[in-house]
């Protein structure tokens, strides 16, 4: 199924797959002296398909498709070898490809001096008019259309007693369109980094540095249509060191600093954080083993940016000004029994912030506990309590506990998690977070060949002392399987605060307070899928999704659905592949003004195996 007008329609695709299916007649041989090919395979296809909905008159067509692999080697397999497997008109009606459109590229590899002391590595590939999503927690995301290209190269210096040196270079691009908007998300990223490592007189040294610069172009439909432009560029530089101590102890101490700037649309940001590390271990007794450590930060709101940076986000707390952070830590293990373990820990928290000094002690201990018996099971658990004092006084108490249970009872496999944590400190002195989650997951065997799982999970977790940060996501499954036949369906729901980004929404970190812009959502999403094989060889598959999602930016509200109907028919007989599929897709966003996208899609064709060698 293809979009009318498409600008990623390229005829030449179908000669570059024709040839290169062709070369094995003359693959089989060696090329020159020093060319060879190890192997050579694929599958073509050839069949009739249809499209219809709102691509205007419904779109009728005989199809090609195929996919190949084609690998070798020059001279020997250690010195240059190469890996292409490109594929056209490939998507979930014709083949195993979970694409809407008719998706067709390539990938390509090489490798070069591999065993020796300067390996390398070239990758690129590209995708025309392939379905991506645009994420939403917890819901899969929304259904796009688009293309990507990526080019990377990696060089490595692996000489003995030299320090070793590992280089990456990648070049990234693409752009993507939501069905249901008129909106196009486009980015281009390039990403530099250089590893180095040495040990010199007991000491294990490492040292990195990291370049990333990227533009982007991200349609905020969630707010009136309009278009966020960006362009960022980071450097992180990083130097650390290791060595033993006596007691069989061990030293480490580093040094990261990390700088970012960030041109929008309206605004500009830029920020850097210089942090310093150093903490010692040492087990003076079998059973005990003590850690004290320090870790110091000349800017909390630049580490807070770079987390979501780092989720694709964009900086946020840059003009808050520099917070400085110092803090000083100790914790001790005891090992009571061997399954059975205490500890307690004292942390010291001072932070200046706006001409303001904040400080904080907090106290804590734990106890641990795992038990393992075969036809018992397992159990363990961890339980904590901790109490926080400031300049002003005692702040109060939180909790922490954790528990992993797993057992066979009457013929099921059970198991079962929950964990909690209430008042544990963040980055920031004045930020406390809450968390707890649970969940199951049981599974019985009916018979020889039949089974039946269940399972569900939530997760609830958020800032205390911010309203608004909270998040949550809840989900349920169940699957059933006989013989050659199997049942499933699933439901989950979720919200809270995230981010836009170009590959979608992403949550707002836990440690991180709410940037000044961020999207609300809350949604669901349910699923059902059915698959039988009545006879040997032949199977039909069919699923169905759907999801429904209430988004708000800039109090600017919006009501997004999405469904999806699937089923596919595969028949092989020998080397032969007989194929049937339709497709129905309905994607709207009511905030981008747009008609909602519906398209519907079948394909029936045959497809042969081809192995030349």
């Known amino acids: 199924m293809r979009r009318s007008g498409s600008r990623f329609r390229h005829p030449r695709w179908v000669a570059l797959v024709v040839l290169l299916c062709a070369l094995p007649l003359a693959a089989q041989i060696q090329v020159g002296d020093n060319f060879n090919f190890n192997q050579l395979g694929g599958n073509l296809g050839f069949g009739y398909s249809g499209a219809f909905g709102d691509l205007g008159q419904p779109q009728r067509s005989l199809l090609f498709s195929g996919d190949a692999t084609l690998s070798g080697y020059y001279y020997n397999p250690a010195f240059i070898s190469f890996d292409i497997q490109p594929y056209y008109n490939r998507s979930q009606t014709n083949s195993g490809f979970q694409s809407i459109s008719n998706s067709s590229g390539f990938t390509a590899t090489s490798n070069f001096f591999s065993g020796s002391h300067f390996p390398g590595a070239i990758t690129y590939n590209r995708t025309f008019d392939g379905t991506g999503t645009y994420g939403v927690p917890g819901l899969g995301g929304y259904e796009t259309h688009g293309g990507t290209q990526r080019f ?56 990195s540095f990291v370049h990333v610069g ?25 130097v650390n060191a290791t060595h033993r101590l006596p007691l069989r102890g061990t030293f480490f101490a580093g040094w990261n600093r990390y700088d970012y700037s960030t041109d929008l649309s309206s605004a500009n940001y830029r920020a850097s954080t210089n942090t310093l590390t150093a903490a010692a271990t040492l087990n003076p007794l079998s059973r005990l083993s003590v850690t004290v ?30 917070a400085r952070s110092l803090r000083l830590y100790s914790n001790a293990n005891y090992m009571v029994l061997r399954n059975l373990s205490v500890q307690g820990y004292v942390n010291h928290y001072r932070q200046t912030f706006a001409g303001q000094s904040y400080a904080a002690t907090q106290y804590g201990g734990g106890v641990n506990f795992n038990y393992v018996k075969n036809f018992l099971g397992s159990l363990s658990f961890s339980l ?11 702040t109060g108490a939180g909790f922490v506990g954790t528990v992993n249970f797993s057992r066979k009872l009457r013929g099921w496999d059970v198991m079962a998690d929950a964990s909690y944590s209430q008042n544990v400190q963040t980055l920031l002195v004045i930020y406390t977070t809450s968390y707890y989650g649970y969940g199951t997951t049981l599974r019985r065997r009916v018979s020889a060949r039949s089974y039946w799982s269940n399972g569900f999970r939530v997760n609830h ?18 699957s059933f399987t006989y013989r050659g036949y199997a049942l499933n369906a699933n439901y989950s729901q979720s919200g809270g605060a995230t981010v836009l980004t170009p590959s979608g929404l992403t949550p707002v970190p836990t440690s991180v307070p ?10 669901k999403s349910f699923g059902i899928g059915a698959s039988a094989q009545p006879i040997r060889r032949f199977t039909l598959t069919t699923n169905y999704s759907r ?3 209430e988004t708000s930016a ?60």
Do not use: C
């Not at 977790?461 to 169940?478: I, P």
């Open 293 to 322: 450590g320090s870790d110091y930060s000349s800017n909390v709101f630049a580490f807070l940016d770079q987390q979501l940076i780092a989720q694709g986000g964009l900086p946020a707390f840059a003009t808050e000004g520099p």
């Open 152 to 207: 990377s190269i990696t060089w490595s210096v692996l000489r003995a007693h030299w320090p070793t040196l590992t280089a990456v270079y990648s070049v990234s691009s693409g752009s993507s369109e939501v069905y249901g908007t008129s909106a196009t998300t486009s980015s281009d990223t390039r990403n530099f980094t250089l590893r180095s490592g040495y040990t010199l007189k007991g000491f294990r040294l490492d040292g």
């Open 547 to 549: 999801a429904s999602s």
């Open 384 to 394: 904590g309590a901790a109490d926080t004092a400031n300049q002003k006084g005692n």
């Open 461 to 478: 977790s958020g800032l205390t002392r911010q309203a608004g940060s909270d998040s949550h996501s809840e989900s349920v499954f169940t």
């Open 514 to 523: 709410l940037p000044a812009e961020f999207v609300l959502f809350n949604g």
């Open 554 to 613: 800039a109090g600017r509200p919006s009501s997004n659905h999405t469904d999806m109907f699937n089923t596919v028919m595969r028949w092989q007989l020998r080397k032969m592949m007989f194929n049937a599929g339709f497709t129905r897709f309905n994607q709207s966003i009511s905030a981008a003004g747009a008609k909602p996208s519906v398209v519907n899609a079948y394909y029936i064709g045959i497809s042969r195996w081809f192995s030349f060698f």
């Open 214 to 238: 990227s533009h982007a172009e991200i349609p905020e439909f969630f707010n009136e249509g309009k278009t966020l432009s960006s362009d960022s560029g980071s450097n992180s530089y990083g």
